[in-house]
């Protein structure tokens, strides 16, 4: 007994042989596949084995392993040895699908891939289980595959057929019903394929025309579908397939094929070939339909039976084969004759020959000669004769050949019937002419050189056989020699000529001749040509030489030949020892011209020379210098001509025209400009002609120039966008464009072309444009301005400019006339009065606070205060206003005041507190009181003065004059406003300009005091050092 561990190691051993080789395997898919009842599944399977190994296979489902008999044991699907057969359980349903997959090479053995699908059809809940395949051969080629896993699932709806086959056949007209059931519970009827003629076949489970289809529920909810149908011959070995309803897995389907019994049927005769030639081979084949099996004999007609066999093969036909042939189709319900089918055996013309209607023996030259071909036998009849004369194919394909005027010594003649199955030839029929010497041939060098060797023989072909005679050129003598042989020596010029040999029998006679010709080398050439000719001429080369043989020219200029140029040029026509050429000169003709003659026997030359004039060409205009505004450029013209250019010329393109501009070869500009852009043409010209260049294009580079569109029409348009575009005019164009306001103009709006402007963003705008050659700014354009604004800007401004300048040239006259009267004590003239005024305000250009300083000579200087009280309105009527706001009634102004020195000390107590920062000494006040200004309608006086000058003189100087420093001045100029126009700024926001009226002044002795509520007050001083000014109390 063994140890109790071998078994194991045997297995272990066993299962790595069977799974682990590396030289063979099995490959099977370990996917689990799960179908339904009654379907079909494939497994796939494919495994490697030398070619020369025979194996047993099998297919196990379930399979284990037998310890005892050691080997796997299970259900055998399929089996293609007896030793282990199939299962019943698998008969029928069962396919073993093999092929070779491919072949590869180890060494001397060859691996065949092979493919072991396993397909199950039909299958049942049964089935499922472990698929494994297992091949068994010479050891150790012994393997098993790992299992596919395979799971069948219940399907109430499979289909089954009763009766699922015909146990005996069917007879025509017979009534036939089966049955198709489903398996289980189903909810609807199985369906029939039904064939509908001219129609694709449908799955129903309804009735039709051809059949009468019935639906019923069987025991336990199984559903059943009849077919009922009258069966006719030609439902023999119909298939008529089931199916579950809607279902399609063609595995499903059932089948049952239809066997009925009839007499022979469609029974037809048919030949393999309709044409059939002498030797071939012919099939005659009979078919026909019918149950049981029939029989075929075949007949030919007026002969009888040939052969029960439905193929007859007739081999190797012959012309007695032509007949009628039928075979009869039999078997036990029936007989029935095919239609007759007719063979005509077709062949070649057989006993073809050649007939003469004459002795053709005595036929001689020029004679006619009629032929014959006659065939014995053919089929079809001979259509095309082809004739052979001396084993030349002839025109003529006709049977009667017609050969006029015979010249040969022996014809041959035979001739050929093609009726296109096959050709039959005749055998050769010779005919012996009689003729005159023909083929005469003259044997020897017929060109020979200067002292060589002449020798010449003459052979002709006659019957019978001729007599020889030479002739040569006269004044030369030969040798007479036999069999028509010439000879001499030795050869010179004189023996070139014509040699001939006569030949002569009794039929006639017929001579040859030759030309000797002496062979010395080339002389006496000559090249005759103009010297000199003008362009596109057509002149003439002729070159002549005497040599022989005939000397071959070459012509060449410079060492090109003349023959290279193009045709179109050139015409050239070679003679014997002469060729002439007409050229059709161009500039490039000009040179050197050589003729070279050349023969066998050596070569000569000579040389002629061409000169060419032509007009100017290859006219080029260039520049030098920058094309550039300002810059420099010059403009050179160059031509080639001969003779050469005599004068140039040159033009511009203007208006579509050239227009002249110098006649020097150089077009010179100082200082470019951009009307100098354009397209400028030289002309060159000499004797022959003249010739313009190409256009040279200038495009002079500058600075953009810029010109801005928009979108505005009207200046109403105050509520759209507008939008401009930043045209610049430039070369090389424009690459950057920049858009500003005027009132940011360091800002750069935009970068692009084109600008929006919003209505919000009024302003003055332009733009600028860069090119490689500068940057350039646009015209400021004006958008969403004020209408008044802009007339005020354009037209009122300068007009007020103007005037002010006026008013000042009036002032500095005026001027120089009040220094002339300032000693004089009276008034001034009326129309001065509006300087002071107009000085004070216009010198500082102060408008808040209009403070006005004067130059005085002394550093003194005093306050002036000046204020009047406004009347309320006197309109009684008129409302009182509930929001009142303070009355712009009060205007200052001050003035810088001219003090003497001795006057300083004088200033009171009070007003040296009022002026504060001022030194500390007295201060004379002169107190104004302008009247009627609210009174615009009240008429002045005429004798109202300007201004008043308020002086006291040298000798004045009283101790009452002191006190009495003080005068009251009364005026009535206020009415009067000169100054309407001149506006002046207060120096708080709400006070309201005052025109100030002119005041008539005047002094007096007594002085008055200076009331508390005059807030106007006016500081003055005399332009002396040695007056002393006295102040006075003015009303006005």
């Known amino acids: 007994m063994a140890p109790a561990g071998i078994p194991l190691l045997l297995f272990v051993v066993l299962v790595d042989s069977y799974t682990g080789s590396t030289k063979a395997r099995i490959t099977v898919s370990e996917e689990t596949k799960i179908t339904n009842e009654g379907s079909c599944v494939t497994i796939p399977c494919f495994y490697d084995i030398p070619e020369d190994k025979t194996l047993d296979l099998l297919w196990f489902k379930d399979s284990q392993y037998d310890h005892d008999s050691r080997m796997f044991i299970g259900t055998i699907v399929y089996s293609n040895t007896g030793k282990r057969p199939q299962s019943p359980g698998y008969s029928g349903r069962v396919e073993y699908i093999t092929n070779i997959k491919s072949k590869t090479q180890h060494g001397q053995q060859t691996i065949n891939e092979m493919q072991c699908d396993l ?9 499922s289980g472990n698929y494994s395949f297992r091949y068994i051969g010479p050891d150790p080629h012994i393997f098993m595959s790992k299992a596919m896993n395979l799971t069948v699932t219940d399907n109430p709806c499979k289909v089954y057929i009763e009766p699922s086959e015909l146990k005996n056949p069917l007879k025509e007209s017979d009534k036939f019903t089966v049955q198709c059931f489903t398996s289980g519970p189903c909810d609807s009827p199985p369906e029939w394929l039904l064939f509908k ?10 009735p039709s025309k051809e059949m009468i289809i019935e639906t019923e529920k069987g025991e336990n909810g199984t559903q059943v579908t009849k077919l009922k149908l009258t069966v006719t011959w030609k439902d023999d070995n119909r298939i008529l397939s089931c199916r579950p309803a809607n279902s399609d897995d063609s595995c499903q389907i059932r089948n049952i094929t239809l066997s009925v019994e009839y007499s022979p049927k469609e029974t037809h005769a048919s030949v393999s070939s309709n044409d059939v030639k002498e030797t071939n081979s012919v099939t005659l084949s009979c078919t026909s339909r019918g149950r049981p099996e029939v029989t075929y004999t075949w007949f030919k007609k007026n002969k009888g039976k040939l052969q029960q066999i439905s193929d007859l093969d007739l081999r190797q036909m012959k012309p007695e084969d032509s007949g009628e042939y039928y075979c009869e189709a039999k078997n036990s319900l029936g007989v029935m004759k095919s239609n007759e089918i007719s063979i005509n055996v077709k062949f070649g013309p ?3 020959t050649v007939t003469p209607p004459y002795n053709i023996n005595d036929i001689k030259e020029g004679d006619t000669v009629t032929l014959k071909c006659s065939v014995e036998r053919q089929n079809p009849p001979a259509s095309r004769f082809v004739w052979y004369k001396n084993n030349r194919i002839q025109q003529e394909t006709s049977e009667t050949f017609i050969d006029r005027k015979v010249t040969a010594a022996v014809q041959k003649y035979k001739c050929e019937a093609n ?3 096959n050709k039959g030839q005749s055998q050769e029929l010779t005919v012996n002419v009689k003729y005159s010497p023909r083929n005469i041939n003259i044997q020897g060098k017929t060109s020979v050189k200067v002292g060589s060797r002449l020798e010449l023989t003459c052979s002709a072909d006659a019957h019978p056989q001729p007599v020889y005679k030479w002739t040569f050129p006269p004044g030369l003598s030969f040798s007479p020699l036999s069999k028509g042989k010439l000879e001499t020596q030795p050869v010179t010029i004189e023996h070139a000529g014509e040699y001939t040999c006569g030949v002569t029998n009794t039929i006639g006679t017929k001579s040859e001749s030759t030309n000797v010709k002496v062979l010395y ?8 040509m103009q010297s000199e000719v003008r362009e596109f001429e057509v002149i003439s080369v002729i070159c002549t030489v005497q040599s022989f043989p005939t000397s071959k020219f070459t012509v060449t200029k410079n060492l090109d030949n003349l023959l290279n140029i193009p ?3 050139r015409n050239s026509t070679e003679y014997e020892n002469k060729v002439i050429i007409f050229l059709n000169v161009t500039e490039s003709d000009a040179g050197t011209y050589k003729c070279t003659a050349k023969n066998t026997e050596g070569q000569e030359e000579t040389n002629k020379k061409l000169t060419v004039l032509y007009a100017p060409k290859n006219v080029t205009a260039s520049f030098k210098g920058d094309q550039k505004s300002a810059s420099e450029l010059t403009l050179t013209c160059e031509a080639c001509s001969n003779p050469p250019v005599s004068s140039y010329e040159w033009t511009k393109l203007n208006n579509g025209q050239f227009e002249t501009l110098k006649q020097h070869q150089q077009l010179h500009f100082n200082s470019l400009e951009i009307s100098d852009s354009g397209q400028y043409v030289c002309i060159a010209y000499n004797a022959i002609g003249k010739a ?13 120039n810029i010109t801005i569109v928009h979108n505005t029409t009207t200046s109403a348009q105050w509520n759209l966008p507008v939008y401009l575009s930043c045209i610049a005019d430039a070369h090389p164009p424009a690459t950057e464009y920049k858009w500003y306001r005027q009132e940011d103009n360091t800002t750069v709006l935009s970068q692009q072309q084109n600008f929006t402007v919003l209505p919000q963003n009024p302003g003055l705008y332009y733009c600028t444009a860069t090119n490689d050659i500068g940057l350039s700014r646009s015209k400021q354009i004006a958008l969403f301005v004020s209408t008044s604004l802009s007339v005020f800007l354009k037209i009122v401004l300068p007009i007020i400019f103007l005037l002010v300048l006026i008013v000042v040239v009036i002032f500095l006259i005026r001027r120089n006339i009040i220094k002339i009267r300032s000693d004089q004590q009276s008034g ?14 216009s010198s500082r250009g102060s408008r808040n606070n209009t403070q006005e300083n004067l130059s005085l000579d002394d550093p003194n200087y005093a306050q002036v205060n000046l204020s009047y009280p406004i009347q309320p309105s006197q309109n009684p009527t008129q409302g009182q206003d509930l929001n009142p706001r303070p009355k712009p009634n009060i205007q200052t102004v001050y003035a810088a005041i001219k003090l003497p020195q001795k006057k300083q000390k004088r200033h009171s107590p009070k007003q040296q507190q009022k002026t504060g920062n001022m030194d500390n000494t007295s201060m004379n006040y002169v107190t104004l009181d302008f009247k009627g200004q609210n009174e615009p309608r009240k008429i002045m006086p005429e004798t109202s003065a300007v201004y008043a000058m308020v002086s006291r003189n040298k000798q004045a100087k009283s101790s009452q004059a002191e006190n009495s420093d003080y005068e009251n001045v009364s005026s009535a100029c206020a009415p009067k406003l000169p100054l309407t126009n001149m506006e002046w700024e207060s120096d708080t926001s709400e006070e309201e300009e005052v025109n100030y009226s002119t005041v008539s002044c005047s002094t007096k002795p007594a002085v008055k005091e200076v009331k508390p509520n005059q807030k106007r007050h006016f500081s003055s001083s005399s332009s002396d050092e040695d007056d002393r000014t006295e102040y006075s109390d003015i009303k006005t």
């Open 197 to 206: 003629s001219g129609q694709t076949p449908e799955w129903t489970s309804s």
């Open 419 to 421: 009726n296109g199955i």
């Open 521 to 528: 080398p080339p002389r006496n050439i000559n090249l005759m």
């Open 567 to 569: 045709e179109c040029r």
């Open 692 to 704: 313009k260049s190409p256009p040279l294009d200038i495009r002079v580079k500058y600075t953009p």
């Open 119 to 127: 397909r199950i059809t039909d299958l049942q809940k049964t089935d």
């Open 350 to 352: 057989k006993g073809v």
């Open 828 to 841: 001034a003239d009326n129309l001065l009065c509006l300087f002071p005024a107009f000085l004070s305000r």
